[in-house]
């Protein structure tokens, strides 16, 4: 439901007190214009620099200039016997530190049920005093669907040649999907400066730069794929086959993503990376810690914000590392219970949005998270991440010796307990010393040696309630020391 629609329900219905959270307030104006001109209601603007404006009218009444209190009474000024007025303020929410403010605020729009004066806040963000928080509706300026994207890109790109043809228009708008209006404009405008028609590449340029901006989120664009990570195969295959066997517009079969265990140094940040080069999906990063405000309420409306971007910016992935460390605070001690609202944020959204967005979070301590975070349907899977088997390290070895440059016939050191980090940073100790791999490796100390008991409690817990990421299957752990190797099987009863 466009903007236009909302507010006529709200407006006939009589809510005295509305608030539009939006970053476009010339696209909004223009909405709120052109209801007001089908329904014939009298209404107003009011800001700081220009103060009461009356569209179409050359006189404005007397509003007390620039005087925000003055503005609300104003009002009162464009009341008809059987009309509705509107009075929209912009950038309102810079007034209501004034306890006057707000006390003008409450007695108007208590008044506006008798002679049907409607205040409207029109605001890029939502800050109502707790005074008024029963008062307002707060509404959504939705973002630009990919139909009014195309049609801004047919405005801007006229010229023949300038806008791409099918499937490169569909990449287009995947690249401008969360951007606001304005925003698609300067890149579509930017791209026929630098290429002459319009190209996805200029375009994720500047939502880079507009999501570091905002600094909720970040906007991974790396060149790695999975030929980059050796081993993984199960997990790789289950995870390009749900993203890229599912119809965009069907909701029940989008894929919700996959929850990521395992030792440290197995790869899970570095899959998340490579799957969205895979699939030709953006990577979103959230960094949970970044979101932390000092305000009462502003965590909360922070991770609300960077979600709903996430949203916009869908299909995409969203990728948050080390989950069990940003809800560290979930028994709500220490810190007011902000952890506890902020895990209670996330897993509402998890179950509720219906966007094709991709979660991939990772953990290394699954202790330490609540059991309704891994419970059906919140992901698509829980995958662990075990140290690699031969196969696989020969595979690691192979692509390190050839990244550093090193001698490929040289002896290998003993990598039992290695994870493929491990296996990097004696490839690139022996590059950096100029020294063979079995005296760079006498510098590097294996996390299942130096957590060796944490690593068996990780591979006792994994195992059974786990896929691997290994070999399709459930994940199976013989033996009972960090040093035993894992066996998986399809049957629990094959053992």
């Known amino acids: ?196 028609r319009l190209m996805p590449e200029t375009v994720w340029d500047l939502k880079t730069q507009t999501l570091r901006n905002s600094g909720l989120l970040s906007l991974y664009r790396g060149s790695e794929d999975f030929s980059s990570l050796g081993g993984l195969e199960a997990l790789k295959s289950f995870c390009r086959r749900s993203m890229l066997h599912t119809g965009r517009d069907n909701p029940l079969r989008r894929p919700r993503g996959v929850l990521l265990l395992g030792v440290p140094g197995t790869g899970k940040s570095a899959f998340a990376k490579a799957l969205g080069r895979e699939t030709g999906r953006p990577t979103l990063v959230l960094d949970v810690g970044s979101l932390l405000g000092s305000l009462v309420g502003q965590t909360e409306q922070n991770v609300r914000q960077a979600l709903w971007i996430a949203d916009a910016m869908a299909p995409c992935i969203l990728f948050i590392d080390e989950l069990e460390k940003a809800l560290s605070g979930i028994s709500g001690q220490g810190d007011s219970g902000v952890s506890s609202r902020l895990f209670g944020t996330i897993l509402t959204w998890m179950n509720d949005h219906t966007s094709d967005v991709y979660l991939i979070a990772t953990c290394n301590d699954i202790s330490r998270l609540p059991p309704e975070i891994s419970r059906a349907e919140r992901f698509d899977a829980v995958v662990f991440l075990d140290l690699p088997g031969r196969q696989e390290k020969q595979l690691i070895w192979s692509q390190y010796l050839d990244i550093f440059q090193l001698d490929r016939d040289q002896r290998l050191p003993l990598d039992e307990e290695w994870t493929g980090a491990e296996i990097k940073a004696c490839c690139r100790l022996a590059a950096l010393l100029d020294v063979p791999l079995i005296q760079a490796a006498q510098n590097v100390v294996p996390v299942a040696v130096t957590a060796a008991e944490s690593v068996e409690r990780l591979r006792n817990w994994a195992s059974g309630r786990c896929l691997s990421a290994s070999q399709p299957g459930i994940y199976r752990q013989t033996g009972g020391t960090a040093k035993s190797r894992r066996r998986v099987s399809r049957d629990p009863s094959n053992n």
Request: proline share 5%; net charge negative; glycine share 6%.
């Open 1 to 196: 439901m466009i903007l236009r629609e909302r507010l006529s329900e709200y407006i006939r219905a009589c809510f005295t007190g509305l608030w539009i959270e939006s970053h476009e307030h010339a696209d909004a104006l223009t909405e709120i214009a052109r209801l007001c001109r089908d329904e014939q209601w009298h209404w107003a603007t009011w800001d700081i620099e220009s103060g009461l404006t009356l569209p179409g009218q050359a006189e404005t009444p007397d509003a007390g200039g620039t005087d925000p209190l003055a503005a609300i009474r104003s009002v009162n000024a464009l009341v008809t016997p059987e009309g509705t007025a509107i009075l929209v303020l912009q950038n309102f929410h810079r007034f209501l530190q004034s306890a006057e403010i707000v006390q003008a605020l409450s007695r108007q729009i208590i008044a506006g049920k008798q002679n049907r004066t409607i205040l409207v806040i029109l605001a890029p963000v939502v800050q109502i005093p707790t005074e008024l928080e029963k008062m307002f509706v707060v509404i959504e300026h939705e973002l630009p669907g990919r139909e009014q994207l195309e049609q801004i890109a047919r405005g801007i790109a006229v010229e023949e040649g300038e806008l791409p043809d099918q499937p490169d228009l569909e990449r287009l708008l995947d690249a401008a999907s969360g951007l606001t209006r304005l925003e698609a404009e300067n890149a579509y405008s930017l791209s026929l400066v630098r290429h002459s």
